[in-house]
């Protein structure tokens, strides 16, 4: 099966998981069931929440749970004591897992980052730490990076226990996907992603090249910034799915600190969005308003600004109202899209899809903030796929602009071809009368 077949089936079935899977019953997940055997599982359900309590497997059997929680999910609106607990606070998580004597010994978890620091056990064994989770901000070290781990237990259950602090983030708890299951499966799981990630990030990369080249080649062309908008908008997007997805960032530099991801996050998001933008005005320069473009360059700038002066707990604040001003921009691109369309079809049918597309992501990621939709962020992966759909276009448009600097060349070339036999030939005819009346003078 070649590696495009296999990326779809992945992400077919990444979906399907996202949508109907609910693998958590009563707080317990069963690796040895049929259905569950033998490859990845998503944790989906509803877990026991102790809420500002870090808690021991010994303690764990006599505590009692202060809510139960949804993973993934984030905790801000779960009540304890008839009271929201808020983005700011600690808690433990417990997942059990029950598995047969040959998986027990052979299993894997895969953990996105999580708002904002933790550590995992099995029972009473340390699996993964990523940051240091402690009961106040003053001691608590973040860190957003995903993790891989192996782990076994003994018996017929292991409990999963999940201390996370969150003093950073607007946001707190695993409100990304965790999976666990046996090694060889869930190892070619996270390959898989991987594959996939690297596969997006060399299309995109390829994009932003290719356009800046072309841009470089349309000299003194008025139509060559439309090329060097997309091409930085595809960059951009290239730099966010490096902290996106798979997270390949810290992959490719571990040590990197978390203050400069969480900056680059926030500065992507809020440019890639003018330059977007950007490309469409230039696009459809007739029609497009200059003053709307003049007033999200300036909300842009504060935005970024804003994200850059204050602490990550108050500018991941933003986020939520820049959403909805790409919300409006998006609107005036349908709006766009509408009016042109008896213009240039092509153009105006690419962005209206590739709006729709981006109204639903957008939309999606508003949801997420308040506790709803699925647990991905959608706004970086459909990105990519109205470049991959405006990409397409402008190879288009770009090859036609080029057919058509070749025919003016041509034409240009049998004019200057002409103009030469022509001036020549006048030349000659003028020649005798001009010798005549010479002649004349002279005499």
Known sequence: MNLQIRMLILFSVFIVQLLCAQNIERGVVDLSSDENRGKPISLIGDVALYWNQFLTAEELDTAKPSASMRIPGVWDHIEVDGKKVGESGYATLVVKLAADSFARQNLSIYLSPIFSSYKLYIDSTLIVQCGDPQKRAETTINRFAPAFANFSFIGDTGKLILHISNFANNQGGPWQLIHVGEQAPLTRFYHLLQTYDFFLLGGLLAFSLTYFFVFLLMKYDPRRNITLWFSLYTFLLFIRLLETGTHTLYLLAPTIPDSFVKHLDFLTLFLSALFYHSYIHNLFIEKSSKLIMRVFLYLTVVFSAFSLLTPLIIHSETVGVFQVVMLLVLS???????????????????????????????????????????????????????????????????HMIFIERERFSSKLAAVTKTMSKFIPEQFFQLQNPLEILLKYQRG
């Open 332 to 398: 005036y691109h349908i709006v766009l899209a509408v009016l042109t369309f008896n213009i240039a079809r092509g153009k105006s049918i690419v962005l209206f899809l590739g709006t729709l597309i981006l109204l639903g992501a957008v939309g999606h990621d508003i949801l997420q903030c308040y506790g709803y939709g699925l647990s991905l962020t959608l706004v970086p992966i459909s990105g990519v796929v109205v470049a991959l759909m405006h990409s397409l276009y402008l190879g288009y448009h770009t």
